[in-house]
């Protein structure tokens, strides 16, 4: 697989991502991924989803959000969610144009990842979304994240707000999978995500899993309902 450095502007920071293309020529389709809060570009599971993309010649563009890895911006632009949101926006108008503007898009994300992918896909048609431990709002009534692993000023803090329920319908063609045991976002904001989208949808839960995805069966099983879902939907294969 060819990977091409790219840098681009987003509200005037400078952003780093790394453009992964199929050795074996032109691909027939294109993911954009977004990381975790405490993340960046070069996250494991990021690396992992360009790796099985390009195995089904899909072409996968990471990258790292403001204040993030090498990506220019300090700590408060990294929790500000709407950033996050003009962030992943801006990156696919820089991409998409560059490696085939007709080309069928999908998005991945993990964790807020996830959220910001589906607040993209609110706005823009995209064939297919997978996400994984993708909370549905910040902070309001009933079970949080865990101030335990996010601490609670930027829980509360306005730039990080967001809650996706009221706007979820124009979301379509998504896989959400969460761990039943997370303890950073709660098991019922995948519920909330599956029960507010539209079809087609498609919901898993990891029996025991965690908001990293600890276990390597866990893992593998991923790999294979994540390409499996991108292959179906991006490029009509059905395998």
Known sequence: MKIETVTFLSDGLQLKGFLHVPDAGNPVAVVFGSHGLFSDG???KQCDMAQCCGEAGI???R???RGCGDSQGTASDAIDFAGRVRDLETAIETILPQIGPSLPMGLYGSSLGGAVCLAVAQKRQSAAIVTYAAPVRSTGEGE???PNAIPE???RHPAFGFDLRNHLSAVHHALVVHGSDDPVVPVSHANDIFNGISGPK???IQNG?????SL???QEQFRKDALAWFRKYLIGDRR
Do not use: R
């Not at 899993?209 to 995805?213: A, E």
């Open 153 to 155: 000023h930027i829980l």
């Open 42 to 44: 070069n996250s494991p």
């Open 59 to 61: 072409a996968y563009f």
């Open 209 to 213: 899993g965690d908001h990293p995805m």
């Open 202 to 204: 498609k919901l898993i």
């Open 216 to 218: 390597p069966q866990h």
């Open 144 to 146: 949080l994240p865990s």
């Open 63 to 65: 990258f790292s959000h």
